[in-house]
């Protein structure tokens, strides 16, 4: 009930190309849904995030699609670029009390130039 | 710039010696968090302070402790290290509470076990 599946595992993309990732969440008591990038050696950072009143969220080249009835929701990231090469993480945790995270197992992304 | 930091940023110590991670943070929030994240896995959540409130995962192991002497500053102590916890762990922070904000992250403190 807890899970939150990611998928693919790893995605190569050329540069200027679109990289999705896909989430899947069982819990229906979830309603924040962040993504976050990380970088070899490094913590992860909040990239964005979206709440399920909306379908969509647009942040420059990110994008969070979200479809509450088939409980998932999908990072897209336009123009892609070399710098974008990162380990993201989808998220879904309660926007309530404390922010426990729960995680997806994480996509390699690789932009090649 | 308000942050959350971690000390060490890299520990080796020995197998079955206590070793003891920190974690402060110039945020001012008031829920602090503990992700264990292992090699080429996702961050898993050990426990975390709401306030004084400390409050731990049901599948953490009891050789994981943790103090919060004040708002700031927050300590992850591994009692017996062994092998297997060979990990990064991750300090976390976020305001508590209806609508609650982002959680930030330190950078880890990258933990070797010899």
């Known amino acids: 009930q807890q899970q939150v599946k990611q998928s693919p595992q790893s995605l190569i993309v050329q540069k200027g190309g679109i990289s999705i990732i896909n989430c899947a969440y069982e819990n229906t008591a979830f309603d924040y849904f962040p993504w976050y990038q990380q970088f070899p050696g490094k913590g992860p950072a909040l990239l964005i995030a979206?709440?399920?009143?909306?379908s969509e969220k647009k942040e420059g080249r990110f994008t969070i699609s979200f479809n509450k009835s088939a409980k998932q929701f999908s990072l897209h990231i336009m123009d892609s670029q070399p710098g974008d090469s990162a380990t993201y993480f989808c998220?879904?945790?309660?926007?309530?009390?404390?922010?426990?995270?729960?995680f997806g197992q994480g996509t390699r992304l690789t932009i090649n130039p | 710039d308000a942050m959350v930091i971690q000390n060490p940023r890299y520990q080796v110590t020995q197998f079955g010696k206590p070793v003891t991670l920190s974690c402060s943070q110039t945020l001012n929030h008031n829920v602090m968090y503990w992700y264990q994240q292992k090699s080429s896995q996702a961050p898993k959540l050990l426990f975390h302070y709401y306030d004084k409130d400390f409050n731990n995962e049901a599948d953490t192991p009891d050789n994981f402790q943790s103090r919060r002497p004040n708002t700031s500053f927050c300590f992850l102590d591994i009692r017996s290290p062994g092998l297997g916890d060979a990990a990064m762990y991750l300090c976390?922070?976020?305001?508590?509470?209806?609508?609650?904000?982002?959680?930030?992250f330190g950078q880890g403190t990258r933990l070797t076990v010899v």
């Open positions: 998220a879904a945790s309660m926007s309530w009390g404390a922010q426990k995270l729960v």
């Open positions: 979206i709440r399920p009143d909306v």
């Open positions: 976390a922070t976020s305001f508590g509470g209806r609508g609650n904000t982002e959680a930030f």
